[in-house]
């Protein structure tokens, strides 16, 4: 979704403030089998919950069982975010789809931002096949990043 689409569907955000949160957002449970093997970086514990944007829910849920189903659990090592109020880095003042739990970062420690990073085109794929779109094919790469693309 482009940042107006965001603004006309869930509101402004203003001040670091997003005053429709509590409307579009909720902790959702993950798969069980992602509860034991993956690291949630913010808790420095096991991946439980996240904290996104409602209208993402089903689409999470279903790129995580696509990682499950294919076999692809050995490369899913760290999450590392949903939900934060802020920019796009480099461009002041034009929200992250972060700033509304529609994007999620994952392996941050090994594809940083201006880097071909090393998650895999499989799996990737688990997330574009339930419209994502991912910041390794962004104009300034961002491998970690996979932004729910909307309806």
């Known amino acids: 979704m482009t940042p107006q689409e965001c603004i ?5 955000i203003s001040n670091g403030l997003w005053d429709e949160e509590s409307k579009w957002c909720a902790l959702v449970e993950v798969q069980p ?3 034991q093997h993956v690291l949630n970086v913010a808790t420095s514990r096991c991946l439980i919950h996240i904290y996104c944007n409602l209208d993402m829910k089903q689409a999470m849920l279903n790129s ?3 990682i499950i189903d294919r076999g692809l659990m050995d490369q899913f090592k760290t999450f590392d975010g949903c939900f934060m109020i802020r920019d796009i880095r480099g461009i002041p003042g034009e929200m992250s789809a972060h700033s509304y739990a529609l994007a999620l970062d994952i392996n941050a420690a090994t ?4 880097t071909p990073g090393d998650i895999s085109d499989e799996f990737a794929q688990c997330f574009t096949d339930e419209g994502f779109t991912w910041g390794k094919t962004f104009h300034r790469q961002d491998p970690m990043h996979f932004s729910w693309a909307g309806f």
């Open 8 to 12: 006309d569907r869930y509101g402004a």
């Open 33 to 35: 089998e992602l509860q």
């Open 64 to 66: 995580f069982q696509n």
């Open 111 to 114: 594809n940083k931002l201006g």
